[in-house]
């Protein structure tokens, strides 16, 4: 089931999931929350920082979707040094309560399977926060990933390196793989709230909440989970069929 909220704007679509998140956080001072990376949940960590208090989070654990392979962990583009910036310091979570996947393991699926046991062992993801790439792609469930995958390494999509460029001094930089959370281990989160802004993902965000449910656009299988939000602003709701539907906030 998905609950569609539209908000005006991005910072107040932003403000929104801060609030989801808060609220989620004081009813469960031992949450697991799922953070995202990429340049649209900044703004729900910056929102959600003024909110919390040192005793809000003290018991809080953070595990990241996914990161990218062979990119050292001092790079300021790994999401080890991105989760840090964005969320574990502003937010003044435990470090060690905060779990990124461990892109530079020499043995990948052994990385992978412990991160998998790692989220087990904290109980499973309470509350998941996602982005969505304009392919689709959930964490780094690039087209054609499983709806049963668990954390893997992956191959990046062209598309999704482009995208990423900007990050990067040259496009060249880009990793081309990363170790992600899979499809089906996002679906496991007890609660799911995806966020796009901008009209760049308006038309994907269309088709992951109404077109055919498929590998190729991987979003679509947020359908299937029991408590997913989507959180728009009205430039990323612009496509949707009968706009104006849905809750607005
Ligand atoms: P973005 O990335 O927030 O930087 O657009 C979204 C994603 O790839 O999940």
């Known amino acids: 089931?998905?609950?569609?909220?539209?908000?005006?704007?991005?910072?107040?679509?932003?403000?929104?999931?801060?609030?989801i998140l808060h609220e989620a956080i004081r009813q469960h001072p031992a949450a697991v929350i799922g953070v995202a990376t990429g340049s649209?949940?900044?703004?729900?960590?910056?929102?959600?920082?003024?909110?919390?208090?040192p005793e809000d989070v003290r018991g809080v654990s953070a595990f990241a979707l996914d990161e990218y392979v062979g990119l050292p962990r001092e790079h300021p583009e790994s999401y080890h040094s991105v989760v840090f910036r964005e969320v574990t310091r502003p937010l003044g979570l435990d470090a060690r309560r905060v779990r990124v996947p461990d892109g530079q393991a020499s043995d990948l699926a052994?990385?992978?399977?412990?991160?998998?046991?790692?989220?087990?062992?904290?109980?499973?993801?309470?509350?998941?926060?996602?982005?969505i790439g304009t392919n689709g792609h959930i964490g780094f469930n690039e087209p054609g990933s499983a709806v049963t995958s668990r954390t893997r390494a992956v191959r990046l999509a062209a598309q999704t390196r482009a995208d990423n460029a900007r990050f990067f001094d040259t496009p060249g930089e880009v990793p081309t793989h990363a170790l992600t959370q899979g499809i089906g281990t996002i679906l496991d989160a007890r609660r799911i709230v995806l966020l796009a802004l901008g009209p760049g993902k308006a038309h994907i965000v269309s088709r992951a909440l109404h077109g055919p449910m498929t590998a190729e656009l991987p979003a679509t299988a947020l359908r299937t989970h029991p408590a997913c939000t989507v959180v728009l602003d009205r430039a990323a709701a612009a496509a949707l069929p009968g706009r104006g539907w849905g809750r607005s906030a």
């Open 40 to 53: 649209t949940p900044s703004p729900v960590y910056r929102a959600l920082a003024t909110r919390l208090t």
């Open 110 to 131: 052994a990385a992978a399977e412990e991160y998998e046991n790692a989220i087990v062992t904290a109980g499973g993801v309470d509350i998941q926060l996602l982005g």
């Open 1 to 19: 089931m998905i609950d569609i909220v539209i908000s005006p704007d991005a910072p107040s679509a932003a403000a929104h999931v801060a609030g």
